[in-house]
């Protein structure tokens, strides 16, 4: 592998902590307002595992509980007793290894001359960190390392008086993504940023006395499992106020090109959601249809990588007529926490996950289908443990276009230098994963499967070009991006 170019400085360090996948809930009107929120958490797992909160209102005051670990694990029925209330909004988050702290877990609270105020963050503010210079030279000071205190600080220092026009205030300030979720004592406010980079979905439960109560994730999958209907998307640039009043909707500011994040399409989101207002199981299943058409292979089966991988396999097996197999096994009970045996033992870790089916692969073509290819490790020990049980040709494709840059909007992502594909041709990328073929979709197709004719969505990762001004310390990169 090259080094990376002369770039590689700039896509380095002060952000990498801050890079956080998470997800967000609200409801507003329910008396079971936390055994919901817990309910859509629970939806929402995959989206970060690392820490989840969950903060009520009952009116008057407002209530949280905030650790680390798991939704099912941390949400027991005593914890939920302590969240009374029909407001709440939750968190489920996910961060690298440096920034692993109860202090950044969410919603993060404060009471200020606003009243008290709850919020939960999915994306990154990109210029968090000048912001928060500012803030500390003027006196604010930090509990967290979490770009989102930066939003508490705007709203308290804001002159407004109302904490709508606060918000308004702070959201003008922030600039990258962000689909936020507020709680007050009696209002849920959220807000979506202006160019959409991050879902935010709304919804509405009817209640058995006929009132309705309404609710927003970052997933409708979410919304399926406690009988909510998806009504639509709170806009790019929208603010949407749910209190005693009624439910109001506003541009806190005008619309920007949209850049809905392509990635959520790919990997991140589930299946079963509609995201960005597309069914994630079509477009997905698309890429692996159009993959099959932009990579054919003559082969004996389609295999998918558990979970990632497989709608865009039965997408790549339909088009191609090639039978699909599940021949890699997941275990999906693979806690945290495990015994390695002192004996080495090769590809360990990607065992503990996958066992390969030998029976199905022994003496066989195949056609190997993943999401996507990082820094390329795992797929080398995919590729490996695929042809040690027998398979005797590996075709890998892979259902976007090779990842080249690192996201500043919320999805975690290394630095450029550990990205495979950022440092690598097609064919060392090849050779390294030790496959017999490799096949990426192209961006044309992957537009093609989301139909973004319009240029609705986000690609930075597959184009380090970036829709936005994304500031790392002193170092800005353009809009176009720097390489
Ligand atoms: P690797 O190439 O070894 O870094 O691993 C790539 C695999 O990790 C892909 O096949 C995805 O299934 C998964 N993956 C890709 N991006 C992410 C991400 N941002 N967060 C978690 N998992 C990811």
Known sequence: ??????????????????????????????????????????????????????????????????????????????????????????????????????????????????????????????????????????????????????????????????????????LLQIEGAFSLVFLAEDRVIVARDPYGFRPLAMGRLELPDGSVATVFASETCAFDLINATYIGDVEPGEMVIVGPEGTTREYYTPPASP?????????????????????????????????????????????????????????????????????????????????????????????????PVRHLLEGKRVVLVDDSIVRGTTSRKIVRMVRSAGAREVHLRISCPPTISPCYYGVDTPSERDLIAANSTLEEIRNYVEADSIGYLSLDQLQKALQDQKGEFCYSCYTGKYPTLVQIGEVVLAKTGCC
């Open 1 to 170: 592998m090259n080094q990376a170019d002369s770039c590689e400085s700039v896509h380095e360090d002060p952000f990498d902590k801050l890079h956080e996948e998470c997800g967000v809930f609200a409801i507003f009107g329910h008396p079971e307002a936390a055994n919901l929120a817990y309910l859509g958490l629970h939806a929402l797992q995959h989206r970060g595992q690392e820490s989840a909160g969950i903060a009520t209102s009952d009116g008057r005051l407002i209530h949280h509980v905030r650790r680390m670990g798991h939704v099912a694990d941390i949400f027991t029925p005593n914890v939920l007793n302590e969240l009374p209330g029909e407001l709440a909004i939750g968190h489920t988050r996910y961060s690298t290894a440096g920034d692993t702290s109860i202090r950044n877990a969410q919603p993060l609270s404060v009471a200020c001359n606003k009243g008290s105020v709850a919020v939960a963050h999915n994306g990154n503010l990109t210029n968090a960190i000048e912001l928060r210079r500012d803030l500390e030279d003027d006196g604010s000071i930090f509990q967290s390392t979490s770009d989102t205190e930066v939003i508490l600080h705007l709203v308290a220092r804001s002159r407004e008086r109302t904490l709508a026009g606060a918000l308004r205030d702070a």
């Open 259 to 355: 850049s809905h994040c392509a990635f959520e399409h790919v990997y991140f989101s589930r299946p079963d959601s509609v995201v960005f207002g597309k069914p994630v199981a079509q477009t997905r299943e698309q890429m692996g249809r159009l993959l099959a058409r932009e990579h054919p292979v003559e082969a004996d089966i389609v295999v998918p990588v558990p979970d990632s991988g497989v709608t865009a396999a039965l997408g790549y097996a339909a088009e191609s007529g090639i039978p699909y197999r599940q021949a890699l096994i997941r275990n999906h009970y693979v806690g945290r926490t495990f015994i390695e045996p002192s004996q080495a033992i090769r590809d360990f870790g990607v065992k503990l996950k996958l066992n």
